[in-house]
Antibody
């Protein structure tokens, strides 16, 4: 079964740091581009970042550029999101998702999400 | 950035109804348009990719159409399990962007 499982969320103070992990199983992780998407409470989906299959290329939303870093360990089948200088507006459920190789490059599957709360 | 605008933002309908949700891109995205369904407390689930291709395992009552800037998602006969929030997504350009969502409620 193709599966993504996020971990690492929690409560952190403004200005703090957190590292999210996304463990992949059931597919050849090193062959796929991967993404992080977040959803603030009661709000819509917002793309955060993506990384190509070998980790050599990354992209970020302007709102997190310079503060967040996406990375991957293909030997461990794991995707990461290092989040620094966290702000209250970063509070959200963070999902990892696999970009499929079909036309349209849709995201499938998604993980179950991990909640990040930034508050003093 | 490419802006994605969905309409309506919310919709009330009955079991058995046919409904259509529209998604408009601020510039042409060819057919790089995907649709997702999200139920409360759950991750999004892919329904339609490349504007009109049905994801494996998704019921045939779901269909998508369009290209360029205007796209639609149609559910031909609503079932109780279809009441959820639907999002369109463009994957033509980075940053990838989503519509604001359409909440489908039971009338």
């Amino acid at each position: 079964e193709v599966q993504l499982v996020e971990s690492g969320g929690g409560l952190v103070q403004p200005g703090g740091s957190l590292r999210l992990s996304c463990a992949a199983s059931g597919f050849t992780f090193r062959s796929y581009w991967m993404h992080w998407v977040r959803q603030a409470p009661g709000k819509g989906l917002v793309w955060v970042s993506r990384i190509n299959s070998d980790g050599s290329s990354t992209s970020y939303a302007d709102s997190v550029k310079g503060r967040f870093t996406i990375s991957r360990d293909n030997a461990k089948n794991t995707l990461y999101l290092q989040m620094n200088s966290l702000r209250a507006e970063d509070t959200a459920v963070y999902y990892c998702a696999r970009e499929t190789s079909v036309v349209g490059a849709p995201f499938d599957p998604w993980g179950q999400g991990t909640l990040v709360s930034v508050s003093s | 950035d490419i802006q994605m605008t969905q309409s309506p933002s919310s919709l009330s309908a009955s079991v058995g109804d046919r409904i259509t949700i529209t998604c408009r891109a601020s510039q042409s995205i060819s057919n790089y348009l995907n649709w997702y369904q999200q139920k409360p407390g759950k991750a999004p689930n892919l329904l339609i990719y490349s504007a009109s291709s049905l994801q494996s395992g998704v019921p045939s009552r779901f269909s998508g159409s369009g290209s360029g800037t205007d796209f639609t998602l149609t559910i031909s006969s609503l079932q109780p399990e279809d009441f959820a929030t639907y999002y369109c997504q463009q994957s033509s350009n980075t940053p990838i962007t989503f519509g604001q969502g359409t909440r489908l409620e039971i009338k």
